[in-house]
């Protein structure tokens, strides 16, 4: 042995034994990971087989699906990722088709169920005074009274249309639901994608747009009519879908000079799906032993037929109160941050009071679901024993939508505020001071140079508390929302209903066809709804930390 | 400058109001998290004041037999064993797991691997509970039941367990992960200029450094899982039961009652009232104070063994 090696250190055998120790520690870190994504894939998989039935069809099935639409769409998305111009272009096509399509679902859904009447009459008196204060800003050129008496004028608007209700409605009763979809859907459609024309092209642009809209929504109603349809679904999706998806397009398709083909995304995916549905009924091809049908979306629940069974009323209820979740929960949410990230001091009792708000919102964070639960029934039960003439005086009552919806915002409040702090905080100091050099209050400040900058922030919080609130269950049982619903809710003031309650009604239920079928589609749908609101925040979070 | 100039540069009253104004209504919405916390604090406390004027705190204390629609027996020791149940096979799914993926995370993945594997892993705690409450029942249960030499039951402590356990996973991993990845890297590469390999630096240094994160990340994960409340319900079924205690794999066949799972039998029940409806308030004191106690024990923990590295 050479003198200047050091002889207690056996060289060989150690350095062996090390290095294998640590590829066994690196193999288990692995193979725990592996754990983990393996249990997600599993329930995805076993639930989506459950649902979607693959194992029953045809190998011609497959091809023939492969031909229209795997195949396509795999060329097309080799192409895109290699052009950048094409794969926006790509990425804003797809927002918008398969946006609007979700919108005008939403739109129909909630506007039936609310009944249009309703929704007209709350839309069209309750916007009158917000409209005379915009025109009296626009007048003026802008008042120092038109920013606080905004939100004044909508109170005073609802509580006005509220108050002439009853003599409003036996005048409207009589208009037929789809004129009033019109009213309600594609006026304000219309009206928005004009500006929208207005602001990149001309005016004459936007009146034409607003008009071409509107024609286009009545002319198909009239088809619809001779043809013995109801409009008022061909109404939303005419003014909701077909209007701002041409608007993009063309817009698009004048503004860029390449990448014109990445228009095409959206509408390779739905040929092919259209192609490949039509084709198997043509050649008789035995396809997917499918649960998720259109009768488990359109039809109402059915406990002895699992079959017939659908969750029209429980999709319904989801979006509903989930909905009046979100316009209850998030204005406060964000104004909490507003208040925390720029106004609470650092120092003093104020300062003392900001650090005990924020201890407390994270401590809220982490109170168990059920406990909102007892909370909202407390609420809306009794009103904590010490008023409980309250409620009842109000007409609320736990099981409503809007007792629902409260107490999952008061469940998501914490999410929303501790996200919109994050994209607060991430503002940089320089643009404030900046503003404040200028001239700026802090409230212009915070509206017009803060916010702005925060939003894609602020948004990515709300939707994950959207996919939060969407999932969640136990709250809604605890305060006596029926878990089994036959009929849709009837507007914010009617009988909730959601989609997970249903689920776990009919988990355990005796008939296997519920069990691995029915509540497996259902539980496909919640599981699709939070993948694509978690997949949209992580896109929105990802474009603007690039930029 | 005169004060005709002075007063050109003071905002007019109006604008001094709104600002005041903006300012007073976005406090309001910051006081109503208060209002939250207080509202669920009376609203708890009522009940069980009111619950307590009819059950003693000694027989709700000590009580074996958990039996409210029925017999009116309130003993929450039952509910308590099967919190208990539920938590440690949780946490003997979630803990070794989240904090390996810690480590694999932020020590070992490559950037490209981490940025698909973080959202994959971050899904497991975004899938409704619900969800997992109905894979734990119809697939997990049947599973276990052919893979392991016991006889379970329909509704049993072990799936919803693991379950629960799957739930958690994410949040073990993220905040050890947020802990480990603040060591700094002077430590690692002090540790390998003494000639330690990567596994040395990973067990001997990193993950001795973010210990309070890693114990925090832990304290919270449990509080999480004794409040879970649907995978529970749906997967463990509603019978209380004392721990079965030489034969303890019993206790992972067999159907179970948690606080939280006895707090929606009540609720479920056909028009509870009365001593039945205080007692789902008094086992959601239960529950809010064990779980208050571990968030607040976790935040503790952080703070006081956190390194300061700066």
Avoid at chain 1, 153 to 171: D, E, N, T
Avoid at chain 1, 205 to 226: E, M, Q, R, S
Avoid at chain 2, 9 to 29: H, N, S
Avoid at chain 2, 209 to 237: C, F, K, N, P
């Amino acid at each position: 042995m050479a003198a200047e090696t050091d002889p207690t250190f056996d060289g060989g055998s150690e350095l062996r034994r090390r290095k294998l120790l640590g590829q066994v520690f690196e193999g288990v870190l692995v193979a725990s990971t592996l754990v983990g994504v393996l249990a997600l894939v599993a329930l995805f998989v076993l639930i989506g087989n459950d649902a979607l039935g693959p194992a029953e069809a045809d190998a011609s099935w497959f091809l023939l699906y492969f031909v229209t639409l795997v195949a396509p769409t795999s060329v097309y998305t080799l192409l895109v990722r290699r052009d950048e111009v094409a794969s926006s272009i790509n990425g804003l096509s797809f927002a918008t088709v398969f946006g609007s399509l979700i919108g005008s679902a939403v739109v129909y859904v909630v506007v039936d169920s609310v009944r249009p009447h309703d929704v007209a009459i709350y839309l069209v008196v309750g916007s009158l005074f917000p409209a005379l204060v915009l025109a009296y800003n626009r007048i003026t050129g802008g008042s120092h009274y038109t920013g606080p008496a905004l939100p004044v004028s909508i109170l005073f608007g609802l509580v006005s249309a509220r108050i002439l209700y009853p003599f409003i409605i036996p005048v409207i009763s009589i208009v037929a639901d789809w004129i009033l979809f019109v009213v309600v859907v594609t006026g304000p459609v219309a009206a928005g994608l004009g500006l929208f024309v207005t602001s990149r092209w001309s005016r004459r642009y936007g009146a034409v747009t607003a008009v071409a809209v509107l024609g286009a929504t009545l002319a198909t109603a009239g088809v619809a009519i001779t043809q013995g349809i109801d409009p008022a679904l061909s109404v939303v999706l005419v003014s909701v879908v077909a209007g701002p998806v041409a608007v993009v397009s063309l817009d698009t398709f004048k503004r860029r000079e390449t990448g014109r083909y990445g228009l095409l995304g959206p509408w390779l995916l739905i040929g092919g799906i259209v192609a490949g549905a039509w084709l198997e009924r043509q050649l008789g091809i035995e396809g997917l032993e499918t649960w998720l049908t259109p009768t488990l979306l359109l039809n109402s629940w059915s406990s002895f037929r699992p079959e017939q069974a659908g969750i029209y009323p429980q999709l319904v209820g989801s979006v509903l109160v989930v909905g009046t979740m979100a316009v209850l929960s998030f204005p406060v949410g964000v104004g909490a941050a507003i208040y925390l990230e720029e106004y609470a001091p650092s120092t003093g009792w104020r300062g003392r009071l900001a650090t005990a708000l924020d201890v407390n919102i994270s401590n809220l964070a982490g109170v168990p679901s059920v406990v909102y639960g007892l909370l909202g029934l407390a609420l809306f039960q009794n009103f904590f024993g010490v008023a409980p003439w309250l409620p009842r005086a109000l007409g609320l009552k736990p099981s409503l939508v809007i007792a629902a919806a409260a107490t999952l915002g008061l469940l998501i409040l914490p999410i929303v505020i501790v996200s919109s702090q994050e994209a607060l905080r991430s503002v940089p100091d320089e643009l404030r001071q900046g503003s404040y050099g200028l001239g700026a209050s802090r409230w212009q400040t915070i509206r017009n140079v803060v916010l702005p900058e925060a939003v894609p922030g602020i948004l990515t919080g709300m939707i994950l508390a959207l996919g939060r609130a969407i999932g969640e269950t136990a709250p809604l049982v605890i305060i006596g929302v029926a878990t089994t619903t036959y009929s849709a809710p009837e507007g914010v003031f009617g009988s909730a209903a959601a989609l997970p309650l249903q689920i776990f009604a009919s988990a355990a239920n005796s008939i296997p066809e519920y069990r691995t079928g029915v509540v497996a589609a259902a539980s496909v749908i919640l599981l699709a709804t939070m993948l694509i609101m978690n997949s949209t925040a992580i896109l929105i979070r990802n474009r603007y930390e690039n930029n | 400058m005169s004060d005709r100039e002075m007063t050109t540069l003071q905002r007019d009253g109006v604008a001094v109001t709104k600002e005041r104004l903006y300012r007073l209504l976005l406090a309001g919405c910051a006081a109503l998290t208060l209002a939250v916390t207080s509202g669920i604090i009376i609203a708890l406390l009522g009940g069980t004041v009111s619950f307590f004027s009819e059950v003693s705190i000694v027989a709700y204390l000590t009580g074996t037999e958990w039996s409210p629609v029925i017999n009116g027996k309130f003993g929450v020791l039952p509910l308590l064993s099967g919190t208990l149940v539920i938590t440690v096979v949780s946490a003997v799914v979630a803990l070794p797991i989240g904090l390996s993926i810690a480590v694999y995370l932020s020590e070992y993945a490559t950037p490209k691997v981490r940025s698909v594997l973080k959202p994959a892993l971050e899904i497991l705690a975004a899938i409704p509970t619900v969800v997992y409450g109905y894979f734990a029942l119809v697939y997990v249960t049947p599973f276990l039941d052919d893979v392991l030499p016991l006889d379970f039951g329909t509704f049993n402590a072990l799936s919803a367990g693991v379950a629960v356990g799957l739930v958690i996973i994410p949040m073990v991993s993220s905040i050890s992960e947020d802990a480990i990845s603040s060591v700094p890297d002077s430590l690692r590469n002090a540790a390998y200029g003494l000639g330690s390999t990567k596994f040395d630096v990973s067990t001997k240094v990193v993950v001795p450094a973010a210990t309070s994160g890693i114990v925090s990340s832990y304290v919270l994960a449990l509080s999480r899982a004794i409040g879970e409340t649907m995978i529970v319900v749906i997967a463990a079924g509603l019978s209380p039961k004392m721990p079965f205690f030489p034969d303890v794999l019993k206790n992972l066949t067999n159907s179970v009652q948690t606080i939280t799972s006895g707090i929606v039998q009540v609720a479920g029940a056909e028009n509870a009232s009365g001593v039945l409806l205080n007692a789902m308030f008094a086992l959601g004191m239960t529950l809010f104070v064990l779980t208050l106690t571990m968030n607040i024990l976790a935040e503790a923990v952080r703070r006081r063994y956190r390194e300061e590295y700066s």
